[in-house]
T-cell receptor, first 115, second 118 residues
Framework: AQTVTQSQPEMSVQEAETVTLSCTYDTSESDYYLFWYKQPPSRQMILVIRQEAYKQQNATENRFSVNFQKAAKSFSLKISDSQLGDAAMYFC????????????FGTGTRLKVLA | GAVVSQHPSWVICKSGTSVKIECRSLDFQATTMFWYRQFPKQSLMLMATSNEGSKATYEQGVEKDKFLINHASLTLSTLTVTSAHPEDSSFYICSFSRAGAGSNQPQHFGDGTRLSIL
């Protein structure tokens, strides 16, 4: 069975600095997709970034980028130039065609941004 | 972007009451709908998956008679918590997958419903 692990329950970063949130996963599938979601205090889940496993190039969305290490089954999220609005819970998620459209979510990392 | 409307956002009711939560996709057709439950400071736990016009598929450990899901149309799904008790208090979130979307496409989430049973 697939699992997703986020080993950092909480992280802090100074405003304008860079922070990396870690995520590891376990799967025997070759075709899958990885996502990072943000859940601010308003509680709505917001897609931050996604990565297709078959792509070697790391995904980037403005200040957000991933370090995807397929062999190590690692999918970390780097937030550059952190802003106060980045404070939220961040969830890593796994999805695959074999699982249909279901996500497997990690346990989340709470990110605090210090002014 | 896609918009999902979920309501009510917060409901407080007495033990034994049944509560209905609605989730609508406002600008796209959704063939598959997911209902999640989230306890404080925890991750989202998938409760069930429903496809329009067919019965929902419940995850292991989720009581289908307690949590009734109706996905009657491509834009509306409802979750009814029947005879709710304090242990059912939680945050419930719906999400849709667009019709024809593959596994690489994200789900679109509602804002969630905070259910408090007294």
């Amino acid at each position: 069975a697939q699992t997703v692990t986020q080993s950092q329950p909480e992280m802090s970063v100074q405003e304008a600095e860079t922070v990396t949130l870690s995520c590891t996963y376990d799967t025997s599938e070759s075709d899958y997709y990885l996502f990072w979601y943000k859940q601010p205090p308003s509680r709505q889940m917001i897609l931050v970034i996604r990565q297709e496993a078959y792509k070697q190039q790391n995904a980037t969305e403005n200040r957000f980028s991933v370090n995807f290490q397929k062999a190590a089954k690692s999918f970390s999220l780097k937030i550059s130039d952190s802003q106060l609005g980045d404070a939220a819970m961040y969830f890593c998620a796994y999805r695959s065609p074999e699982r249909g459209l279901k996500y497997i979510f990690g346990t989340g990392t709470r990110l605090k941004v210090l002014a | 972007g896609a918009v999902v409307s979920q309501h009510p956002s917060w409901v407080i009711c007495k033990s034994g009451t049944s509560v209905k939560i609605e989730c609508r996709s406002l600008d796209f057709q959704a063939t598959t709908m997911f209902w999640y439950r989230q306890f404080p400071k925890q991750s989202l736990m998938l409760m069930a998956t429903s496809n329009e016009g067919s019965k929902a598929t419940y995850e292991q450990g989720v009581e289908k008679d307690k949590f009734l899901i109706n996905h009657a149309s491509l834009t509306l799904s409802t979750l009814t918590v029947t005879s709710a008790h304090p242990e059912d208090s939680s945050f419930y979130i719906c999400s849709f997958s667009r019709a024809g979307a593959g596994s690489n496409q994200p789900q679109h989430f509602g804002d969630g419903t905070r259910l408090s049973i007294l």
